[in-house]
Nanobody
Framework: QVQLVESGGGLVQAGGSLRLSCAASGRTISNYVMGWFRQAPGKERELVATIRWTGDRATYADSVKGRFTISRDNAKNTVYLQMNSLNPDDTAVYYC?????WGQGTRVTVSS
């Protein structure tokens, strides 16, 4: 079992920044991909960014490239999502994912 707990969401004005955190506990995480997804009201959940637990390879959705950065701290079993230049289209509940495990989500609201 793996538990994922997201934090860092909130209300921010357009152009602002937030950093989300996802703390993992339980079974040791190793050599796999962790990702951030988001789900906006009335829309399907979409992939935002992924990072491998070893190495530095990261992938991003086109809509967030150049604005969001995914990173990890292996010692803390934590993955981060630094979000800059936020706009109202980024408003969503953001979820952390590892294999078939999901966190409870953290809400991000960007006001115009």
């Amino acid at each position: 079992q793996v538990q994922l707990v997201e934090s860092g969401g909130g209300l921010v004005q357009a152009g602002g920044s937030l950093r989300l955190s996802c703390a993992a506990s339980g079974r040791t995480i190793s050599n796999y991909v962790m990702g951030w997804f988001r789900q906006a009201p009335g829309k399907e959940r979409e992939l935002v960014a992924t990072i491998r637990w070893t190495g530095d390879r990261a992938t991003y959705a086109d809509s967030v490239k150049g604005r969001f950065t995914i990173s990890r701290d292996n010692a803390k079993n934590t993955v981060y999502l630094q979000m800059n230049s936020l706009n109202p289209d980024d408003t969503a509940v953001y979820y952390c994912n590892y294999m078939n495990y999901w966190g409870q989500g953290t809400r991000v609201t960007v006001s115009s």
